[in-house]
């Protein structure tokens, strides 16, 4: 019995390293070059690779179904609570502004204005990453891993919250800390309630979709 969780945890340790170690040392040491737009298709692509490389390892070497990390099927309550979950974001992302204007401190506008130097189908393709992408690597397969190995699913979702809200500071800068932890914590709080990645999917992407496409629209 211990031999066979013993052979079944190692899938499990490499998965966390491709899901929350590999994307944050791509996001720290990857270089900073003029070609913003050129960096940005390769990280997206890299991204992307290791999302596929991680549902690879659930059902090919960890024998598990895709439902063990919250892969399910959508129903209209996922689309109910992806709504709920993006309003709640939404209140969030408006009290965080409201305490970064308060304290002076800044908040999104230099990695934004390099943001909008990108063409629109490619800032749509980011959000639709992030949606995907992020909430696989940093909600479901990781919370629910490392609630497998400890037991204890707050302990996994104290760690990703952590990571996940540093992985956004070398592009957006410390004054998006707050907005990371913030929206990453109503995140992971869906998750855990719900073990529902459609919720997820479906809140980041509107979330994203009002912040970085909508508004600027609007504004401009």
Known sequence: ???ERNRAVMPTLFGLVVALILPSILIYSFPQRRDFFSETIIKECILWTLAAAVLSIVVYWEKQPLSSIGLIKPTW????????????????????????????????????????????????LLVFRAAIVEEILYRGYPIER???LS???????????IIFSLMHLPFWG???????????????????????????????????????????LVHH
């Open 146 to 148: 490392i609630a497998w």
């Open 174 to 216: 410390a004054g998006h800390l707050l907005v990371g932890a913030g929206g990453g914590a109503v995140l992971t709080a869906l998750f855990v309630w719900k073990r529902d990645l459609n919720v997820n999917f479906l809140a980041h992407f509107l979330a994203d979709l009002v912040g970085i496409i909508i508004v600027p």
């Open 1 to 3: 019995m211990v031999a």
């Open 77 to 124: 309550r996922s689309l109910r609570l992806g709504i709920v979950g993006f309003i709640s974001l939404s209140i969030v992302y408006g009290l965080v502004a409201l305490l970064q204007q308060i304290l002076g401190i800044s908040g999104v506008e230099p990695g934004m204005t390099r943001l909008l130097t990108l063409p629109l189908w490619l800032r749509l």
């Open 151 to 161: 037991g204890s699913r707050l302990l996994g979702a104290i760690i990703t919250l």
